[in-house]
């Protein structure tokens, strides 16, 4: 096996669907590493370093990219970000491009349904992120950034107020003159 070679034919089709081709394959093993995986395998790495960097890259690509497309005030260009910068949104992409059957989850996790969680398939995408930045560079997760994650953004910054019903709910009461709401948490 070649540098260039995939170890197995199910990561050369996960790899077609990021739209990206990697080097060194190991960093896309790595990146569908959970912990709950390394805790029952001995000496494996998990993804949780290449998340964070994944995390960093998707939101520079982001803010870059609302910024380039939207020309509307910052607490605008803040809320784009937010409306696909989130583990709901970003597990959405995940189980597009079919990632929750790749991840490497323990038997208690995979047992309670890991692989479909919105928080482990978040966290995977933006691990894969970070493995292609590794291995490709900046304009490879830049463009799958674009490819993957901008067609979930809204058409215009217009229809941003679909996705914040918190602050579309603090500017009708200002509007009204009642003043802010007050949240009350509940365990239920």
Not at 21 to 36: K, N, P, Q, T, Y
Not at 45 to 51: P, T
Request: aromatic share 6%; with cysteine; charged share 20%.
């Amino acid at each position: 096996m070649t540098a260039s070679d995939p170890p197995s034919p199910g990561l050369a089709e996960l790899a077609e669907r990021i739209g990206y081709r990697f080097v060194d394959w190991s960093l896309l093993e790595r990146s569908l590493a959970h912990r709950s995986w390394c805790a029952e395998t001995p000496g494996a790495i998990s993804n949780e370093r290449l998340e964070f960097l994944g995390d960093a890259v998707l939101g520079w690509a982001i803010a870059d990219l609302v910024y380039h497309r939207y020309p509307v005030a910052e607490g605008q260009l803040t809320d784009l970000r937010k409306s696909v910068v989130n583990a709901i949104a970003l597990a959405e992409v995940a189980q597009a491009i079919g990632l929750g059957e790749h991840v490497l989850l323990g038997r208690g996790e995979s047992a309670a349904g890991g692989a479909d969680k919105p928080s482990i398939l978040s966290d995977a995408f933006e691990a894969v992120l970070g493995a292609v930045y590794l291995d490709g560079g900046a304009d490879a997760a830049y463009e799958m950034v674009e490819r993957l994650v901008v067609p979930r953004m809204p058409d215009s910054a217009d229809s941003m107020g679909q996705f914040d019903q918190k602050t579309q709910l603090q500017e009708l009461s200002a509007r009204l003159g009642r003043g802010a709401p007050v949240y009350e948490l509940s365990s239920n």
